[in-house]
């Protein structure tokens, strides 16, 4: 059974970091494409960044370039998330998602708010 767990999510005012975790299991981890994506009330859910298995390659959204950082650790299964200068803009739900070709997998989302 394919399980994504998010954590780390909160409240946080504006300027600051959260550090988002991703772990998974009942996957070969090390072979699927990760992501991660938000939704916002009223918004489509869109990808925030994407890193690749061997984890060579990352792309970013344009509005979280400089300020969002992924990664992931192979051996535990893991990827983060690292949001730095947070704006009430970033409030939304975060979504981690695994992809191998048509197979797609998602976690249940973890709620993040940016406000003072």
């Known amino acids: 059974q394919v399980q994504l767990v998010e954590s780390g999510g909160g409240l946080v005012q504006p300027g600051g970091s959260l550090r988002l975790s991703c772990a998974a299991s009942?996957?070969?981890?090390?072979?699927?494409?990760m992501g991660w994506y938000r939704q916002a009330p009223g918004h489509q859910r869109e990808l925030v960044a994407g890193?690749?298995?061997?984890?060579?390659?990352?792309n970013y959204a344009d509005s979280v370039k400089g300020r969002f950082t992924i990664s992931r650790d192979n051996a535990n299964k893991m990827v983060y998330l690292q949001m730095n200068s947070l704006k009430p803009e970033d409030t939304a739900v975060y979504y981690c998602?695994?992809?191998?070709?048509?197979?797609?997998?998602w976690g249940p989302g973890t709620q993040v708010t940016v406000s003072s």
């Open positions: 009942g996957i070969l981890f090390s072979i699927y494409d």
């Open positions: 998602n695994a992809g191998l070709g048509n197979r797609n997998y």
């Open positions: 890193i690749t298995a061997g984890g060579r390659n990352t």
